[in-house]
Each structure stands twice: as C-alpha cells, then as structure tokens.
C-alpha cells in the first residue's frame, strides 16, 4: 500500500537554527499538508498546499514557516530560525479525502 | 473554544468487548468527519470517514455514528482486540472545494485488557 514517507525521523537542533523536514507523498496524490503535534497534545494543521501554492494555513504557520515542492516528488517545511516551543512532531499528510499521514519527524529544539 | 472535542481521556475495555468512543464538535458548518488511530510513535492512520449527509457508515469491524442535531460523532469498534490499544482521534473540516486542513480533538486513549 502507497505510504507517505518523512525524513528524517528525529532531527534535534540548537535554538535559531534552520530545519528542513522533508516529505515524499503519495505520489498520485495532488493536495499536501503539514500538521504538528506537540507531545501530549492533540495534532494541530499547520499548512496545506495544491498547485504549487499555499492553498490554507493556520495562525501557528507564521513567517518563520515555509513550504517548497522543489521537484516532482517531495515536499519540504522549512523553520528559519527554531524557537524551544517548535519541538514537537511533524506530520506531513496528502490527499484530498481520506488524507493519508506519514509516520512523522521528530524536532527537539535545544 | 475548540471545534471538536472529545469526552473521555482513557477508555478501558475487556477483549472482545464492544468500545464506543465519543467525540463532540462545535462548528454546524462542519460537513466532513473522520477518525483516525494513533499508535506510539506513529502517524495518524485513517480508519473511517463520514461526510454529513449520512448519519451511519461502516466498516471492518468499525462504525461511525452521527449525530448532526446534537452535533455528536462516535467510533464504535466491535470485538476489540490487542492492536486495538491506540490513541483515536476525530477530526472535521468543512469543505471548502480545496485543501482543507482538518480540526483535530484531543484524542481518546484506548486500552485493551486482556
């Protein structure tokens, strides 16, 4: 069965660095998300995106955020500069109904 | 306040038992429900879906149940077993045509008992 795949699985990284979480969807798949999950707590949408453009995004996707499909086959969340409270897991999805998740990358920000 | 909800942490139940997990929301506008299964250290998996024009659907050995008037879904899984022991979560969305972001409740943990 088409799974979505997320690397890496655990990043850990030093306050303001820059963290690239990398996602590869279901590859006949048109609509892509990513959501985070704070430890503990529920999952939170953070961005989607279709044709190549931000389709929807939430209050917690702020300018430190961004999304890029840089080929065919992946699609990339980028932090600028990381803060303590970004750790958590991140999830990238695809699909339109019956959205399908990855496995998730881990983040500890230190 | 949070669009969907859910009313119970932790749910135990005896294998081979039937569970019921329930699941609020707040938004009337919301036309599209979804339950998902979480396992430790793994992602959202998709167990059932229900859009709002239907009150019940089912599946494998699961059925979501919906009721629009009280603004209430359930997820009733049947003859519990081991692999069953997960965190479930409903989200919602209401569909706008386009890539829609899901709204999530806290989620329920279940627990198997053998």
């Known amino acids: 069965e088409p799974e979505v795949t997320q690397t890496p699985s655990h990043q850990v990284t030093q306050m303001g660095q820059e963290v690239i979480l990398r996602c590869v969807p279901i590859s006949n798949h048109l609509y892509f998300y990513w959501y985070r999950q704070i430890l503990g707590q529920k999952v939170e949408f953070l961005v989607s995106f279709y044709n190549n453009e931000i389709s929807e995004k939430s209050e917690i996707f702020d300018d430190q955020f961004s999304v890029e499909r840089p080929d065919g086959s992946n699609f990339t969340l980028k932090i600028r500069s990381t803060k303590l409270e970004d750790s958590a897991m991140y999830f990238c999805a695809s699909g339109l109904d019956r959205v399908a998740f990855g496995a998730g990358s881990r983040l500890t920000v230190l | 306040g949070e669009s969907v909800g859910l009313h119970l942490p932790t749910l135990s139940v005896q294998e081979g038992d039937n569970s019921i997990i329930n699941c609020a929301y707040s938004n009337s506008a919301s036309d599209y429900f979804i339950w998902y299964k979480q396992e430790s250290g793994k992602g959202p998996q998709f167990i059932i879906d229900?859009?709002?024009?239907?009150d019940k659907r089912q599946g494998q050995r699961v059925t979501v149940l919906l009721n629009k008037t009280v603004k209430h879904l359930s997820l009733q899984i049947a003859a519990t077993q081991p692999g069953d022991s997960a965190v479930y979560f409903c989200?919602?969305?209401?569909?706008?045509?386009?890539?829609?972001?899901?709204?999530f409740g806290k989620g329920t943990h279940l627990i198997i008992q053998p």
């Open positions: 989200a919602e969305n209401i569909s706008k045509g386009g890539a829609d972001g899901l709204t």
């Open positions: 229900i859009r709002s024009n239907m």
